[in-house]
Every structure is written in structure tokens, then in C-alpha cells.
């Protein structure tokens, strides 16, 4: 053979190497597993950064002030809407910094679900902004520090367009109007296909959580049920223009826990993904995902699961590993709680908004008699909590932490 052939065929070789490298640069799937870049099954284990770009009322100490809008109406009607903007900025900043990440990756976690609010992707008004590129320059200062410590995103739309669940955890209106209005089924497609030609090369993302907790159980399953897969299938049709490399993760109806909704998988990268709280520890409780899983020969895993005492978190925990099903528990942290990774101090003084929040509010009158004696001392409590929730301040709840199987 000749030494230009001989050229030849090891650029040939050469060539088709890394294009395999290439191949193996995002997180894949093979059957029933999770494949990570090493070519070998990923279990999944990490939290979700709850409370940040969708803040929960129930994290803020609230009871019926539930949703991001009211959590921001209730403020600004205490602090103003300037302060109140100024207010949002700095929590955004705060909640989440590269010191939370590096503490992360420090546990033994692998994967980070990341939620957020579509409005972050739209000029319309939240939390004080109108700019559209905001859940960008959150986004990218996330990756940023992600592919720091190689801790993998999932990014998970808790709120879409219209409100897909119905409750406040889709910051809507009381209704999943999603899935009978066109023209937010095309908003939530063309903000997927914008994140996914954004990020459509970068590895450290490791797949998208079309919609989160879809159709809650008080609204009639038979008439929006069979509306759901439609939807997914659009939304990933439009990604994969633009998009080929990552997951895609699909949760099920009422609260994601309803599989019967699925029929056959339609693209080679799906994930199926489940959310269950306060069970007990049984087998039965994941049965029929395990079923589903052998049924489809795909990959299923749990998005959300937590909020309990240590020991049920060890026992659910082991419960999943023992079926292989990878994890994100809820949520990474929270103010006066053990019940998460982490936790902050309440700020003094703090129980006046809460107080505040508790009060009649549903007219003018109201809020006016309703109104905080003393509006600096609520001001300073909130200034506080931007402090607090620092990572610095925070403390971790080694039970918790231990009962995951992490390191504290």
C-alpha cells in the first residue's frame, strides 16, 4: 500500500473517532437507561432549585399567597413597585449563586432540575421585569457555573403559557388553558425552540421537562387528558428542528403521575418522568412506572419527590435506587426548614408580612386597612432575606443531606 493511501485511511479512521466523540459529547439514552458521556447508565441523582425563577408562596411562609404574581403583589403592595423591582433583582441574584453549585456538585450530585417561568423568555411584566432576554442571562450564568463543577441541567418549564396545571404552581389563572387556546400552545413552542437553538450545543444541558405537573385532578381528565401527548409531540417536532442532541422529558397528566395518557414513544431521546410526595415506602407506590418502563423499553425517572422527615427520604430513596430510577429531589432549599438540602434564617420582623399576607385584600379598602403600621420594618425584613438566602448563610440538613446518601 502506498503512503498516500496509508494517509488516507488513517485520516479516515481518525475522522470517524471523533465523530464518535462527538456522538458521546451529550447525555443520551439506550432502552430503559440513561446513558452519560462515558458511554455508561447515569442514574440520576440531584435537587431542584425550587423557589428561584418561580418563587412558591409556601417557601415564603405564605398560605393562600401561593403564585409568583401574588407573592409580587402582596409585596409591592407593602413596599411599592420600585422597591419591589429592586426587591426581585437582588433575590434572583442571591437565591442562586456559583457558591450553591459548587455546593452541589461537593454532595455527590449529578443533575440540577432547573424551573422556570416562560414569562422569563417574553416582554410581559414578572417579578418587576419586562425584559425578554432575563431567563437568558439567568440561564447562562447557570451553565456557566455548571460546567465549572460538571453538574448536568434539566430545564423545566413550571409555568407555561395559559397555565398547564390549573393551581398556583403554573402561575395562571385557576385554569390549565393551555391546552385549549392555540395561541399559548405556540408561545410555549416557539419559546422551547428558542431555548433549544440557543443551547442546542452545549453538553452540560442535559435535556428539556416540556411541562411541568400538567392537568391537575380537578378538572375533567377525560376532555384535557387526550390533549396532552399532542402537545408534547408538537413541542418536540418544533426542537428537533433546530435541536438533535438532547433529552427530551415528558411528565404525565394529573400532577405528572398519570402514564395511561402515553401511547408509543416518538422520538429515540425520551424520558418519562414522574413526581409523587407523602406515600408510603412500598413497591406499589412506583409499580406502574417500572411497568411502563419495561412495557416501552425507555428510561423513566422521578422529577420531584421530598418535602418529608429524614427517615422517609432515606427509605423512599434506596426504595428508587432498588428499581433503578434516578432522582431530583424537592428542593434544594428553603427558609426555617429541615425538609430540604439546605436551609436559611427567617429574617426579624418577617412575621408582619406573613401577617400582612394572612389579612382580607380583595378590595382597596382592604389593603388599606390591611396595611403594615410600620412599612420600613417589612422593607428592612425583606432586605434581610436577600442576605440569608446567600449561600454563605445557609446551612445544610445533614439528616436530609445523609438520608440522599450524599456527602454533607
Given at each position: 500500500?502506498?503512503k498516500p493511501?496509508?494517509?488516507l485511511?488513517f485520516?479516515?479512521?481518525?475522522f470517524?473517532?471523533?465523530?464518535?466523540?462527538?456522538?458521546?459529547?451529550?447525555?443520551?439514552?439506550?432502552?430503559?437507561?440513561i446513558?452519560?458521556t462515558?458511554?455508561?447508565?447515569?442514574l440520576?441523582?440531584?435537587?431542584?432549585?425550587?423557589?428561584?425563577?418561580?418563587?412558591?408562596?409556601?417557601?415564603?411562609?405564605f398560605?393562600?399567597?401561593?403564585s409568583?404574581k401574588l407573592?409580587?403583589?402582596?409585596i409591592?403592595?407593602?413596599?411599592g413597585?420600585?422597591?419591589?423591582?429592586?426587591?426581585?433583582?437582588?433575590?434572583?441574584?442571591?437565591?442562586?449563586?456559583?457558591?450553591?453549585?459548587?455546593?452541589?456538585?461537593?454532595?455527590?450530585?449529578n443533575?440540577?432540575r432547573?424551573?422556570?417561568n416562560?414569562?422569563?423568555?417574553t416582554?410581559?411584566?414578572?417579578?418587576?421585569?419586562?425584559?425578554?432576554?432575563?431567563?437568558?442571562?439567568?440561564?447562562?450564568k447557570?451553565i456557566?457555573?455548571?460546567?465549572?463543577?460538571?453538574?448536568?441541567?434539566?430545564?423545566?418549564?413550571?409555568?407555561?403559557?395559559?397555565?398547564q396545571?390549573?393551581?398556583?404552581?403554573d402561575?395562571?389563572?385557576?385554569?390549565?388553558?393551555?391546552?385549549e387556546?392555540?395561541?399559548?400552545?405556540?408561545?410555549t413552542?416557539?419559546?422551547?425552540?428558542?431555548?433549544?437553538d440557543?443551547?442546542k450545543?452545549e453538553?452540560?444541558?442535559?435535556?428539556?421537562?416540556?411541562?411541568?405537573?400538567?392537568?391537575?385532578?380537578?378538572?375533567?381528565?377525560?376532555?384535557?387528558?387526550?390533549?396532552?401527548?399532542?402537545l408534547?409531540?408538537?413541542?418536540t417536532?418544533?426542537?428537533r428542528t433546530v435541536?438533535?442532541n438532547?433529552?427530551i422529558?415528558l411528565?404525565g397528566?394529573q400532577?405528572?403521575g398519570?402514564f395511561?395518557?402515553?401511547?408509543?414513544?416518538?422520538d429515540?431521546?425520551?424520558?418519562?418522568?414522574f413526581?409523587?410526595?407523602w406515600?408510603e415506602?412500598?413497591q406499589?407506590v412506583?409499580?406502574?412506572y417500572?411497568?411502563?418502563?419495561?412495557?416501552?423499553?425507555?428510561?423513566?425517572?422521578?422529577?420531584?419527590?421530598?418535602?418529608?422527615k429524614?427517615?422517609?427520604i432515606?427509605?423512599?430513596?434506596?426504595l428508587?435506587e432498588?428499581?433503578?430510577?434516578?432522582?431530583n429531589?424537592?428542593p434544594?432549599k428553603?427558609?426555617?426548614?429541615?425538609?430540604?438540602?439546605?436551609?436559611?434564617?427567617?429574617?426579624?420582623?418577617?412575621?408582619?408580612?406573613?401577617?400582612?399576607?394572612?389579612?382580607?385584600r380583595t378590595?382597596f379598602?382592604e389593603?388599606?386597612?390591611?396595611?403594615?403600621?410600620?412599612?420600613?420594618?417589612i422593607?428592612q425584613a425583606l432586605?434581610?432575606l436577600?442576605?440569608?438566602?446567600?449561600?454563605?448563610?445557609?446551612?445544610?440538613?445533614k439528616?436530609?443531606?445523609t438520608?440522599l446518601?450524599?456527602?454533607?
Open positions: 500500500m502506498n493511501l496509508i494517509r485511511c485520516l479516515l479512521i481518525a470517524g473517532f471523533f465523530k464518535v466523540e462527538a456522538q458521546q459529547k451529550f447525555i443520551g439514552v439506550s432502552g430503559k437507561e446513558i452519560g462515558d458511554g455508561k447508565p447515569m440520576l441523582k440531584g435537587t431542584n432549585l425550587g423557589n428561584w425563577m418561580v418563587p412558591e408562596g409556601y417557601m415564603f411562609k398560605k393562600d399567597v401561593s409568583p407573592i409580587n403583589e402582596a409591592t403592595e407593602v413596599i413597585p420600585d422597591a419591589a423591582k429592586d426587591f426581585w433583582q437582588k433575590y434572583l441574584d442571591n437565591y442562586i449563586t456559583e457558591g450553591d453549585i459548587r455546593y452541589l456538585k461537593s454532595t455527590g450530585m443533575s440540577i432547573v424551573p422556570f416562560y414569562r422569563l423568555f416582554n410581559e411584566t414578572y417579578l418587576g421585569s419586562t425584559d425578554e432576554n432575563r431567563g437568558f442571562i439567568l440561564l447562562d447557570l456557566k457555573w455548571s460546567k465549572k463543577e460538571n453538574i448536568y441541567l434539566i430545564l423545566d418549564m413550571h409555568c407555561a403559557p395559559g397555565g396545571t390549573g393551581d398556583n404552581i402561575d395562571g389563572f385557576g385554569y390549565p388553558f393551555l391546552f387556546n392555540e395561541q399559548s400552545q405556540q408561545l413552542i416557539s419559546i422551547w425552540k428558542k431555548i433549544a440557543r443551547y450545543n453538553p452540560i444541558i442535559m435535556g428539556y421537562d416540556l411541562l411541568n405537573e400538567p392537568i391537575a385532578h380537578y378538572f375533567d381528565a377525560s376532555k384535557l387528558n387526550p390533549l396532552l401527548e399532542p408534547y409531540k408538537k413541542i417536532k418544533e426542537i435541536d438533535k438532547h433529552l422529558f411528565g397528566a400532577w405528572d398519570n395511561s395518557v402515553f401511547g408509543t414513544p416518538f429515540q431521546k425520551l424520558v418519562y418522568t413526581h409523587t410526595y406515600t415506602v412500598k406499589e412506583i409499580q406502574k417500572v411497568d411502563f418502563r419495561d412495557k416501552n423499553n425507555v428510561p423513566i425517572y422521578i422529577g420531584e419527590t421530598g418535602e418529608n429524614d427517615e422517609w432515606k427509605g423512599f430513596r434506596e428508587l432498588k428499581n433503578n430510577i434516578g432522582w429531589y424537592w434544594y428553603k427558609m426555617d426548614a429541615k425538609s430540604s438540602i439546605s436551609q436559611f434564617p427567617q429574617p426579624a420582623n418577617y412575621d408582619q408580612l406573613i401577617e400582612y399576607t394572612q389579612k382580607p378590595t379598602e389593603i388599606r386597612k390591611a396595611a403594615p403600621a410600620n412599612r420600613q420594618q422593607k432586605e434581610e436577600l442576605k440569608n438566602c446567600r449561600f454563605e448563610n445557609s446551612t445544610p440538613n439528616g436530609y443531606v438520608g446518601g450524599l456527602k454533607v
